[in-house]
Structure formats: C-alpha cells, structure tokens
C-alpha cells in the first residue's frame, strides 16, 4: 500500500486489480478493471458528455468518448463493446494512453482513508476474490451498466461494484464514486466551514478545520461504511439499475485476455 501514491508498475498487475489513470493533466481520472493479458474492461459515455468548447478547462470527472481514435495497431479486439453499451475491452496501452498506471486500494483502515486528500483511490470495503471481480466485469461487457451518469453511475462506480458488488439504494444521492464526492463534498465543506472564520481568525486554522469537514464528508460517503448498500449478483444487476440488458445475437467472442 503506498502512503503517498498508488503507482504501481504493470508486471505488478494481478487480473481483477482495480486500476485507474489520470486524464486533463490530473483534472480527473479514468478507471477498469484489468482482467489479464494486457486487457482491462472500463465503462464511458457511449457520446461525448462535455463540448469540445468546454473540454479543455473542465476539471470534472467526466470521460470524454473520442469516435475519432486510432485503431489499436497491436489487438484486434481492443475498443470492442456491445451496441449501445459503454462498456469497453481495450488494450492497456490505449486505456492509459501514455499516462502512468495508478492501482485502487481496498480495505483501508479509516486512518489512511482521511489521509487521502484526494478521492478516488481507496474505499474501506473489502473486495470480492479475483476470479469474482473478473466475471462481473467480462459479464458486463456483454450485458452493459446503465447510462453514464458523472455523478451516479460512472467509470469509477463501474470498477467498485466489479470489484465488491455493491449497489448504492438511493438512486437520488451520490454514487459510489470517490471522485463525485469529492467534487461535492469540497463546496459542502467550505460552505459549512465558513461560520467559523468568526470564530477562528486565524485562516490556518479555518483552513485546517475546511481540510477536516471535506475529508469526513468523503468518508461519510465510502461504500466500506455506508448503510444504504446492498450486494447485487451481477446477474440481476439490470433489475436494480432499472435498465434493460442488451438485446443481441449470440455470437461467439474471443476476448484473447490470454494473449
């Protein structure tokens, strides 16, 4: 576990590893679940969610879906999806796109989840075995999960519920995702805190107590200590989201993962 960064080297990998990059010049990060053989199965917006206007000075957690990129010189089966779907089989090298390979964390004790300032890189819930998380990932790239949502149901929701099987019941609040709640929790937490610069006049001191309502309000929303989670067999994950599985013809698919 590092202390300061989840940067790992990719013969560190394990399939079923939880895995993430940073996009935007670290404005946001993009996840998968690597699943073996230089493949990782991650979930986007089937069409652009931002403006190419608005593309270059958003800092929010959405993934820009580009239909203009290059085929993958080296497998033939990278970028394959389902129609309709934003579940996506691509290669390592086009998931990071030449940026460095980061590895989520599960199990953190509370201590080190208030240590990350940054959200998106650790829960407090335990992850399912490998073989687990693989298959609910492979079974959704045949299935789909949903519309992307930024803030309900995107890539990083996607690779938590592969990796512990958890569905969040209120389908109005904020999803599993580490990076929404950041972004809603920092104006929360300076919105509460503000009072205080009464009380407090020092500003290192209404910065410290901001840095502290920002941190809880993340950990208030992990799925590691939420009680408005339940586990959902992968099977029945289209009955809970309210979605409808992907209509198709059965033809055979090689994933090659074991390339």
Do not use: W
Not at 71 to 80: A, E, K, R, S
Not at 158 to 171: M, P, V
Not at 190 to 216: D, E, K, R
């Amino acid at each position: 576990m590092g202390v300061l960064t989840n940067k790992v080297e990719r013969d560190e990998l394990k399939p079923g590893d939880h895995i993430y990059t940073y996009r935007a010049v670290f404005a946001y990060s993009h996840h998968g679940v690597f699943v073996g053989g230089c493949k990782v199965v991650h979930f986007k917006p089937e069409h652009s969610l931002i403006s190419p206007t608005l593309a270059s000075s958003s800092s929010s957690v959405s993934e820009v879906n580009d239909s203009s990129e290059a085929p993958c010189p080296t497998f033939p089966d990278c970028g394959y999806k389902q129609p309709k779907s934003g579940v996506v089989l691509s290669c390592l090298d086009c998931f990071l796109k030449k940026g460095s390979l980061y590895r989520f964390e599960y199990g953190v004790s509370s201590s080190i989840f208030l240590t990350r300032f940054r959200g998106g890189t650790c829960t407090t819930a335990p992850s399912d075995p490998l073989q687990t998380v693989i298959h609910r990932a492979m079974h959704l790239l045949q299935n789909g999960f949903g519309n992307y949502d930024v803030f309900q149901n995107n890539c990083e929701d996607f690779a938590l519920y592969c990796k512990t099987g958890l569905l969040i019941l209120d389908k109005n609040g904020v999803g599993r995702s580490g990076q929404a709640s950041s972004i809603l929790g920092a104006p929360l937490a300076a919105l509460l805190s503000s009072p205080l610069t009464l009380l407090i006049p020092n500003p290192v001191g209404v910065a410290t107590v901001t840095a502290g309502m920002y941190c809880m309000s993340r950990y208030a929303t992990d799925i590691g200590v939420r009680n408005d989670v339940i586990k959902v067999p992968v099977e029945d994950l289209a009955l809970n989201l309210g979605f409808k599985t992907i209509k198709r013809k059965r033809k055979a698919f090689d994933t090659s993962i074991s390339r």
